[in-house]
């Protein structure tokens, strides 16, 4: 498979979120700010990667009948690692992510790429897919974050994870003027159904255009 | 007792799991189709987080947590998961084929529902004590139940309806639990 | 069967790995994670000693429930207990959350609340220096604020609970008669007539809807000792007098004070506070308009601030 083409259909074509409907717990629930969606971003594209890595690396040894439960303490290992790690290195990143880094286990892009692809090709393509899937998913999250978190509070900042210094923070939109459904419950499923039909539309025209 | 009510009521209105908490979407987005499906598989649910709930509580107290080693409860909770659903779908598949047919996919996917794991997790970082958790596992799949069949109810009526091009299909199905979302904030100040 | 015992070894071998591996994140990361969770303790144990390196204590031997967490410090001269304590005082609602810290020789070297919500200058007195608590010894007994007596108190049996844990895991025998908290004792004055005339006090009850069991419940206000005179108290000039607000129930049966509770202490602290304690309410209870009311020695202007609007309150529910 054309490594490049199979990196970036990660991206558009067969993103994660709003094409496959994967791993769309954390996306609703992470995206109410920037710093929360990169670092959330950040850990699964650890995770895919790594995971990737090693069950390509292993995937001649593994037996075939057991392959899930192996994958699954594989890819539960890494999330407790990564957890650990966030939990003592960025404790304002662990109580922002909350209990949906141990949810990564679930997240059905890491073990679907794990069966679908890490299980089938070599290390450095399985590298490579870990990585365009994770930095798709990645940019899903960041654009429903930046739509929520700009209509929602008016604000856009950024943040040091690890010492909590503030990168940039300006205010878009006066406050008194935002609209604070976006910041809940609500307002994640509308902009989710807003950017899903958004690429549906995009994938339609791409169609007809194919078409003509 | 009251407290057990409302614990009860919390987790199945106020903290619903689907609308205020984000889990179970991919089952709640795909198997909502049709009513009968969604009905089998609220069923599904209920007894495999009941069970698997059960099951991860016992191994955290009397084995991780005498040998020290709580850092495991990830990996052993999701093979307790695992395992479980499998044999669900021993179980459902030879008892009731019919029921295993018209789930399809989705039976083994109850183990990457996030859910699942959400319950066993919270049963342990909320310190309940058995009857707590018993009341909790089975309050939340039943909150995941009732949501997913009028979500149902809603969809088989949305298929007759004009829908745009591009909303056809989840997209409208998201914008349906928006709304449903907003009532339910109504329950906030319930308990 | 050889296929599956092969499976299972597999798979058993995987954990093993795994699991080792996130044994040595564990262990690595563990530290850094305990460190955060006292992180605002931290800063007040860096102020005490800087030198001085803390670890977490086991405090399950502790039967009062008062006690949320222990930490013990080394440093090269010296050695720490310090005990985060949770109690209940005037106010119901927030606990008085402090640390209570003692040497090895037994001195209290570490008293800080950390939160509370007490009464304005009375029951919030607990975190001034006017509590004596620090550099007493653990077999000292600690008094009272006077006017404060719930709040302090309740602060003095989380010390107490502290000083049980200290004498048992400092190995520090600790007297624990001594210290029982003494009550301070009211001093009262003359009495006077709750029908006099107290309209220079200009009181005035309203009639709240909240009932209490059947009875009268009125929200009162009156003029102090800072209103009244205001050019002639030698008091803190950067004092705020406001009203004296108090709570009257009154039971409309017998017309009969049942119980007297204090919104607002507005005159000078350390003086008139003396006639807003529980223990001076207490007094009213059961009187009714004619009969004659106590006033606290030292303390006659709020003292006959209350009355007046004990007077108020009678003469309302006639």
């Known amino acids: 498979m054309d490594r490049w083409k199979n990196f970036k259909s990660g991206f558009l074509d067969e993103n994660p979120v709003f094409g496959l409907y994967l ?190 | 007792m009251s407290e057990l009510f409302s614990l009860f009521l919390a987790a199945v209105l106020i903290n619903n799991i689907v609308l205020t908490k984000f889990l179970g979407i991919c089952p709640f987005l795909g198997v909502s189709k049709k009513l009968d499906s969604a009905f089998g598989m609220g069923v599904s649910v209920i007894f495999v987080i009941v069970g698997a709930s059960i099951m991860s509580y016992g191994l955290y107290y ?112 998201l914008v349906v639990a928006a709304i449903m979302a907003l009532a339910f904030s109504a329950f906030a100040g319930l308990v | 069967m050889k296929k599956t015992i092969y499976l299972a070894v597999f798979l058993g071998v995987m954990s093993a790995i795994f699991g080792g591996a996130i044994a040595f994140v564990n262990d690595l990361t563990a530290p850094l994670i305990a460190q955060q969770a006292m992180a605002a303790e931290s800063a007040v144990f860096n102020e005490l000693d800087p030198e001085a390196t803390f670890s977490e204590l086991d405090i399950s031997e502790d039967q009062t429930g008062l006690i949320k967490k222990g ?117 009262l004055g003359d009495k006077v007539l709750i029908n006099d005339d107290y309209t220079e006090f200009d009181a005035i009850c309203e009639e709240s809807d909240s009932t209490d069991e059947g009875n009268l419940v009125f929200k009162c206000n009156a003029l102090g000792y800072g209103l009244i005179d205001p050019d002639n108290h030698s008091a803190d000039m950067n004092f705020e007098y406001t009203k004296n607000e108090i709570t009257i129930v009154v039971n409309p049966d017998d017309k009969s004070v049942v119980s007297i509770t204090l919104d607002n202490f507005g005159d000078t602290a350390n003086i008139g506070d003396k006639a807003t304690t529980e223990e001076y309410f207490e007094t009213f209870s059961g009187l009714i308009y004619d009969d004659e009311a106590d006033t606290v020695t030292g303390a006659s202007w709020t003292s006959k601030s209350i009355v007046s609007m004990v007077q108020a309150a009678l003469a309302a529910s006639e």
């Open chain 3, 71 to 187: 930490y013990y410090g080394e440093s090269s001269s010296n050695k720490y207990w310090i005990y985060s304590a949770n109690v209940i005082g005037f106010n119901s609602g927030t606990p008085i959350d402090f640390l209570i810290g003692f040497n090895q020789d037994g001195d209290i070297i570490l008293y800080n609340v950390i939160n509370q919500q007490e009464t304005d200058g009375i029951g919030s007195r607990v975190s001034t220096d006017e509590f004596e608590v620090v550099n007493l010894n653990v077999n000292d007994a600690i008094t009272p604020l006077s006017g404060a007596t719930v709040s302090s108190n309740a602060v003095i049996s989380g010390i107490n609970a502290a000083k049980t844990l200290y004498s048992n895991q400092a190995g520090v025998s600790v007297d624990t008669t001594v210290s029982e908290p003494e009550k301070p004792s009211l001093n």
């Open chain 2, 62 to 173: 009397l084995v991780l947590v005498p040998l020290g080693i709580e850092y495991m409860k990830l990996i052993t909770f999701i093979l307790v998961i695992a395992t479980f659903v499998q044999f669900t779908e021993m179980f459902i598949k030879k008892y009731s084929p019919a029921l295993y047919k018209s789930l399809g996919i989705y039976l083994p996917l109850i183990t990457t529902n996030c859910v699942v794991l959400q319950v066993a997790l919270d049963n342990i970082s909320n310190e309940f004590n058995f009857i707590e958790m018993v009341i909790y596992s089975f309050a939340v799949p039943a909150g995941f139940m009732m949501v997913l069949l009028l979500f149902a109810t809603i969809r088989e009526r949305l298929e007759t309806s004009e829908i745009p091009e591009a909303f056809k299909g989840n997209p409208i199905a």
């Open chain 1, 23 to 212: 791993g769309i717990c954390s996306t609703l629930a992470i995206t109410t700010t920037l710093n929360s969606a990169l670092g959330m971003g950040v850990s699964v594209i650890a995770v895919l990667i790594a995971s990737n890595v090693i069950i390509s690396a292993l995937r001649k040894i593994i037996p075939d009948e057991i392959r899930i439960p192996v994958y699954i303490v594989i890819i539960a290992s890494l999330v407790t690692i990564v957890e650990m790690l966030i939990h003592a290195y960025s404790p304002s990143l662990y109580s922002a992510l909350g209990s949906f880094i141990n949810l990564i286990v679930v997240n059905c892009i890491i073990m679907g790429r794990a069966e679908a692809f890490a299980s089938k090709n070599s290390i450095i393509d399985s590298a490579l897919d870990g990585l365009g899937m994770g930095l798709g998913y990645t940019l899903s999250l960041v654009t429903m974050s930046l739509i929520r978190q700009i209509i929602g509070t008016g604000s856009i900042g950024l943040s040091n994870p690890f010492t909590d210094d503030v990168i940039f923070n300006f205010q878009i939109i006066p406050t008194g003027y935002e609209i604070s459904l976006f910041k809940g419950n609500v307002g994640a499923f509308l902009t989710f159904a807003i950017l899903a039909a958004s690429l549906t539309a995009y994938k339609n025209s791409k169609k007809e255009a194919k078409k003509k």
